[in-house]
């Protein structure tokens, strides 16, 4: 909707929304890291979600697994992983997830603020928006 997009501010964000710059990124600077080959992108939504709409790309591995198939990320030397899910909560448990392994190339892992609803709104109009409740998950018209 426009009027959602007009109260948004530089980084793709809600204006006035808290971020955390430690453990977030803004979706538009996710969307440009991305393009320009400086994130490796995972996806920690149901398999539900990730078929009905996903960001071209992006590695999917849901948050239930993170821990046990962390070995599967594998960022490039210079790449930082960044998480997303629907609203960025889930993403934001599976970068502290990451973080927690040791791993040094998953020390500054980071979720993407607003999830793949703030992408589709601020960074990737392309990337279809959805609703997800009890018994519903379906693209929002």
């Known amino acids: ?15 006035g929304a808290p971020f955390h710059a430690e453990f977030e990124i803004t979706p ?13 992108l995972v ?16 590695l999917h591995i849901p948050l239930d697994q993170i821990a046990d198939r962390h070995d599967e990320i ?3 030397p210079g790449q930082r992983v960044v998480l997303l899910c629907h609203h960025g909560r889930r993403s934001l448990d599976a970068a502290n997830v990451l973080r927690a392994t040791g791993r040094p190339d998953l020390a500054d892992s980071k979720s993407v603020a607003g999830g793949i609803e703030l992408w589709s709104l601020s960074a990737d109009a392309a990337v279809p928006r959805y609703e997800r409740g ?3 998950l379906r693209l929002r018209g």
Do not use: I
């Open 28 to 40: 538009r600077d996710a969307k440009a890291a991305l393009d320009a080959g400086r994130v490796l």
């Open 74 to 76: 594998e960022p490039r």
């Open 1 to 15: 909707m426009a009027d959602q997009r007009d109260n948004l501010d530089a980084g793709g964000l809600p204006v």
């Open 43 to 58: 996806d920690v939504r149901t398999q539900p979600e990730w078929d009905l709409v996903h960001v071209p790309g992006s």
């Open 134 to 136: 009890p018994g519903v």
